[in-house]
């Protein structure tokens, strides 16, 4: 695939993600758009939600199934989709966590990307913060895993990572996705400021790069 082809899905990914409602200019491009919110919405792949992420975070994406999120930089991705059943809560989990894994990722000093969407594929909130945020919980699970040398599931929570991160997505309308989110995340990212913690990164704005290709 062409490099201009490239371009135009991830602007379109993009501009459907950030923009409610995505106006059209013809049918044709009504039914396009169709297709791209049933991607944003797959339950059984993230990676248009991960990709989003990353590129509205400043980072490429990586197409290889092992390894990173972002081929030049140690990212994880970790897109979560409200669905009606479970709210935004901060939440996320690993799976099949090991210990060698677990030193590689503080080694490489991984950032974690954490979005939130709505059931629409509407970007709510994007988040970043280290692993080592995380880590002491990680460790706990898998030193005291009995269910042999992975974690299955790895868990964590809001209250690992809230006191060190840095909000660097935040959607104009975040007031009305409030129903998809606990209250205490909503609380915590109403009060953060878009790049007011310098720990880790600032905002990288990519919208007008994706749109002049589209």
Known sequence: MLNADICEIQARFIKWATHDPVMYKTLDEKNCYKHVEYNM????????????????SGYSSSNKKLGYDCDTHAVEVKPKLYTGEHKLDGSANYSDLNQKRHNKYIADDVLLLYSGWNESGKLIFIVG?????????????????????????????????????????????????????????YSLLSNTIVGGNEKIATQTHLYKEFFECA
């Open 41 to 56: 919405i797959d339950l059984n792949s993230s990676k248009p939600r991960q990709d989003v992420t990353l590129l509205l």
């Open 129 to 185: 913060f280290k692993y080592t945020e995380i880590a002491t919980k990680m460790q706990s699970l898998i030193k005291n895993n009995t269910n042999g040398k992975h974690v299955r599931t790895a868990s964590f929570t809001l209250n690992h990572w809230k006191s060190n991160f840095t909000l660097i997505y935040k959607s104009p309308l975040f007031k009305k996705y409030r129903y998809t989110m606990a209250p205490k995340l």
